[in-house]
């Protein structure tokens, strides 16, 4: 079994409406993170969480929230998805250190219509 | 403002040569940085990473330098295979502790 799950893997959805992805991890790591990936922007951070009681903002985290409702799970919500925020959208974990390499979960694809 | 740059161009490369992908960035202190590779449709995958007081960092085919007054990474691939044709990202651990990525360079390699 994967260690970094997502769900859904594919959503279509309108503007206006509100979206939940879903990461599940078992690798036992404090610290998960989410990105999104546009063509020719790379992977940029929305939001990071290193334990259940600590949530930061990333680099672009407007229009985004997230939710850490235990060790293993970190969801990213948008509230009233629109157009721009078509993308592939990445979950990752790490270990409590930093150092060490980030975990990559096979990724959500969504499009805003 | 802050910006990491990777090849722009897309790198194709004979079989069998040495592959140069290069990582550079302006206005980021980074305490270390990593190199991943990321295959379409899948999430990218850690292969080297290499601190600030380092100068080169070696992994079977895989060789790493990172020049902080030149504030550049190289990542070398030896003796290439098709089977690394990917896409390849440098990321960087600034102040903070927030990862910061390049756009990738997309290396093919032809048999």
């Known amino acids: 079994d994967a260690d970094v799950t997502q769900t859904p893997r594919n959503r279509i959805t309108k503007t206006g409406k509100r979206i939940m992805l879903e990461c599940s991890q078992t690798k036992g790591h404090d610290r998960m993170y989410w990105y999104r990936q546009d063509p020719g922007l790379g992977l940029r951070l929305i939001y990071y969480s290193f334990d259940v009681k600590d949530i930061n903002k990333g680099e672009i985290s407007d229009g985004y929230s997230v939710s850490r409702q235990a060790q293993a799970k970190f969801s990213l919500s948008l509230e009233s998805a629109i157009p721009n925020q078509t993308a592939l959208y990445f979950c990752?974990?790490?270990?409590?250190?930093?150092?060490?390499?980030?975990?990559f979960g096979p990724g959500t694809r969504l499009t805003v219509l | 403002s802050q910006k990491i740059e990777q090849n722009s161009e897309a790198l194709n490369i004979q079989e069998g040569k040495t592959a140069t992908l290069t990582c550079n960035y302006t206005n980021y202190s980074p305490a270390y940085l990593q190199w991943y590779r990321q295959d379409p449709g899948r999430g990218p995958v850690f292969l080297l990473l290499?601190?600030?007081?380092?100068k080169e960092k070696r992994k079977e085919r895989l060789k790493v330098t990172f020049d902080t007054t030149l504030k550049q990474s190289l990542f070398h691939i030896t003796a290439s295979q098709p089977a690394d044709s990917a896409t390849y990202l440098c990321?960087?651990?600034?102040?903070?502790?927030?990862?910061?990525f390049g756009t990738g360079t997309s290396l093919t390699v032809i048999p």
């Open positions: 290499i601190r600030e007081n380092e």
């Open positions: 990752a974990t790490s270990v409590t250190s930093g150092f060490n390499e980030q975990f």
């Open positions: 990321a960087l651990l600034n102040t903070g502790n927030q990862f910061y």
